[in-house]
């Protein structure tokens, strides 16, 4: 399976942090946001990840180029932004035939990927997207799904007041290909994934949820909460895999 990684953010809730560092670079606990995916997704057997890049692209280029992983990654830049979903789509190509992994790079977050995989293969007959969940103390600023009793998203509620519940939408997911001919069906070349292209699968989407570890650090303030939460864990030390296999995750 193969993973594409948006990193192509400007980051401006993250300001002043990201006038000089790319957001998917910014550090938590010293360590670049991106490193910490890498280690998560190509530790777990991502064959190949390709991110892409739009704001301070050569600062990420130059990191990946030095990284570890670095002969498993793939960049892609793109100098006016696609839209989530139309960067899926303008990279078909290399995802293959089969179901591929698609994530936002600014969320730090740890779940077993196996498992992750093994609830996409077994979902309803219909479902096209496997999304992954969690629970959110700040639920007003996060996309809010409602779930049937399978477990597919019967309603989004996307950053509203007083949503209905605290299990939101964690912007990482698994497409299987019907989901990437819709894509191409749109007839456009930008596309965003949380307007365009889940109201669509409501009721043919699956979902997964992570009840390990999961923080969106889209605001300074969320950046030290992540980091407090990690302070004294020993997550990162010694271990070329990151924190993966110190942090489960339901399913």
Known sequence: MRALLLAAGLGTRLRPITETVPKCMVPILGRPLLDIWLDLLLGQGI?????????????????????PWAHRTDIVH???????????????????????????????????????VARHMSRPEGAHITMMTFDTDTPETCGIVELDETGLVTAL?????????????????????????????????????????????????????????FRDIGSPKMLQQAERDLVGKGWFAGDDAGVISRVGAGK
Do not use: C, W
């Open 47 to 67: 064959e190949r990840v390709m991110i892409n890049t739009h704001y301070l692209a050569d600062r990420v280029k130059d990191h990946v180029t030095r990284s």
């Open 78 to 116: 793109e100098e006016s932004l696609l839209g989530t979903g139309g960067t899926v789509l303008a990279n078909a190509g290399f995802f293959g035939d089969g179901p591929f992994l698609v994530a936002h790079a600014d969320n730090l977050t740890q779940f077993d990927l196996k498992a992750f």
């Open 157 to 213: 509620h996307e950053k509203v007041d007083n949503p209905p519940g605290n299990r939101a939408n964690g912007a990482i997911y698994l497409f299987d290909q019907e989901a990437l001919r819709f894509l191409r069906g749109l007839g456009k070349p930008v596309i965003d994934l949380s307007t365009e292209v889940l109201p669509h699968f409501v009721n043919r989407m699956n979902t997964f949820h992570n009840a390990g570890y």
